[in-house]
């Protein structure tokens, strides 16, 4: 504890040091006080918890406390702190005021008004103990009343509140405001980051018509591993060593899947599998890829200013890359045009890109970049463009979240070629699965069809091992040789 905040702490008059202004003027007071703290930040469990019947007049109390501490605190004292030792420095002087000014009733819920009161001054308020929280994965803000959560694969409506429409919109303009950006009237949605990497979306009204509404992606500390999409069941280890050749040997991977199925989780995982010597340039929208290796030049897309100019999209990053030098470009997700500009990169030497676009089965994908590719407006024939992707990708990693939450690769499918107009080809993995209630957990495994992929020339060439293909199906046949179950996903 440094010489300040210990006289802070210990000085009942607390404002006289650290942003020490004295009483604020009224206005000044009135108008923070409209930045109150939210009801019930995790719907009021936890320790020093409120019982329900004190709720209002435990809300009213903070959003008072807080307009005064607003009101008191000299912000520009303290400019140029990192936000720790910001709350390490502020802690205790709120602790003490709160001590002094928190009726008796609420004595057991001291440490959680310092708590709440701390989230609201220096953090994103009420969003803040779901933050904390490692098992949600997801929080979804729709309007000042209902947030959403997703924890182990499931939505749930949280307890958590914003006080109002103002409240959640200063949290929002928070957020957008440290990765310097903005959202108002005329630029109403935004994308943007926390300091922790979660990917933020936010959109206001007049667009969103329900009050504002915000999406948080939450990834784990740890960016998941090979080891525990197995520990999951998302994959097998056979599966792993044939997508770890597949990377290591250069072939052309897509991921596809759903919103939130996992796609980007898969990408970075692949990615883990590049070599240490390569140079990797990675292009993304919002960068939410956490690359392990040295040699990586991380490149992002630009909005649009006010005046509408300035924009850098995927396609204008993807062409400056090929000037870059790159051994691998792994680009984000392909939305758009781009999906022409990544096929070309592929079919001319960039041999090991990786990608990931929203479809629902390897045919899907396969169409889906056909639609990307007719949006870069080229006016190519669509047989053109088949042949195009039939050249390009070797490999489509299908991801999927199942019913029960569960994330999974459903399908790994190797592009073979083409058989007149028609792209052809082939599952190397499968994963087959049902439920025997209805909503309830899925039972099921993946299954190696037994098909060598025509790549594996190309892999072992590369030096790479390969899984038995085989192996995995006689060993099945041999064990449950009636058992019939639907293919998942199909
Ligand atoms: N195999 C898995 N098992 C459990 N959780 C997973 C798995 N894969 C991803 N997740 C979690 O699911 C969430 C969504 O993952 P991810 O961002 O990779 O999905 P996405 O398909 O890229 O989503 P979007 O379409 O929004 O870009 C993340 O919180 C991630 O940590
Ligand atoms: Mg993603």
């Not at 591993?225 to 060593?241: H, R």
Request: proline residues 5%; aromatic residues 4%; negative net charge.
């Amino acid at each position: 504890m440094n010489e300040t905040t210990k006289s802070l702490s210990e000085e009942s008059g607390f404002m006289s040091r650290l942003g020490a202004k004295g009483k604020a003027p009224e206005a000044k007071a009135k108008q923070e006080k409209a930045a109150p703290a939210a009801a019930g930040a995790d719907g009021g469990q936890g320790p020093g918890a409120v019982p329900a019947s004190l709720r209002q007049r435990w809300e009213d109390l903070k959003e008072e406390l807080h307009g005064e501490l607003l009101g008191r605190l000299n912000f520009d004292e303290v400019e140029g702190l990192a936000e720790h030792e910001l709350a390490d420095r502020l802690r205790p002087s709120i602790h003490q005021f709160v001590v002094e000014n928190l009726p008796s009733e609420f004595g057991e819920s001291t440490t959680r008004m310092v708590d709440e009161l701390m989230d609201e001054l220096l953090g994103l308020g009420p969003m803040e103990p779901l933050l904390r929280n490692e098992s949600i994965s997801e929080i979804m803000v729709n309007g000042k009343d209902n947030v959403y959560i997703e924890q182990k694969g499931k939505l749930v409506l949280s307890g958590v509140k914003f006080r109002d429409e103002g409240h959640l919109r200063r949290i929002i303009d928070r957020i957008v405001t440290r990765v310097g950006r903005r959202v108002d009237e005329s630029t109403p949605m935004v994308d943007a980051r926390l300091h922790d990497g979660s990917r933020v979306n936010a959109i206001i009204p007049p667009l969103a018509l329900d009050g504002s509404s915000l999406t948080v992606r939450r990834f784990p500390k740890h960016a998941l591993k090979p080891e525990d999409l197995i520990k999951f069941g998302s994959v097998t280890p056979d599966m792993i060593t044939f997508l770890k050749a597949c990377v290591g040997g250069a072939a052309n991977v897509v991921v596809s899947g759903g919103t939130g199925s996992g796609k980007t989780t898969l990408l970075n995982m692949l990615s883990g599998f590049i070599g240490n010597d390569e140079r990797i340039i990675t292009i993304e929208d919002s960068a939410e890829l956490r690359l392990q290796q040295e040699h990586v030049v991380r490149l992002e897309t630009r909005p649009p200013n006010v005046e509408g100019k300035g924009e850098v999209s995927m396609r204008d990053l993807l062409k400056n890359t090929l000037r870059m030098r790159p051994d691998r470009i792994i680009v984000g997700e392909c939305r758009s045009g781009e999906a022409l500009d990544m096929l070309q990169a592929m079919n001319t030497g960039h041999d090991g890109s990786l990608t990931t676009l929203h479809a629902n089965t390897p045919r899907d994908a396969v169409s889906r970049l056909g639609v990307m590719v007719a949006m870069a407006g080229m006016d190519l024939p669509e047989k053109a463009i088949r042949a195009q992707i039939a050249s390009a990708v070797h490999i489509i990693v299908q991801a999927a979240r199942l019913m029960d939450g569960s994330r999974r690769v459903t399908h790994i499918t190797e592009i073979t070629g083409m058989e007149g107009e028609t792209v052809t080809m082939q599952d190397i993995y499968v994963f087959e699965g049902h439920s025997d209630t209805p909503g309830g957990k899925i039972q099921g495994k993946h299954r190696a069809t037994g098909i060598r992929p025509k790549v594996s020339d190309k892999l072992i060439a590369h030096g790479q091992t390969l899984p038995n293909f085989d192996a995995d199906l006689a060993a099945e046949k041999a064990k449950e040789p009636q058992q019939k179950k639907s293919s998942w996903g199909d």
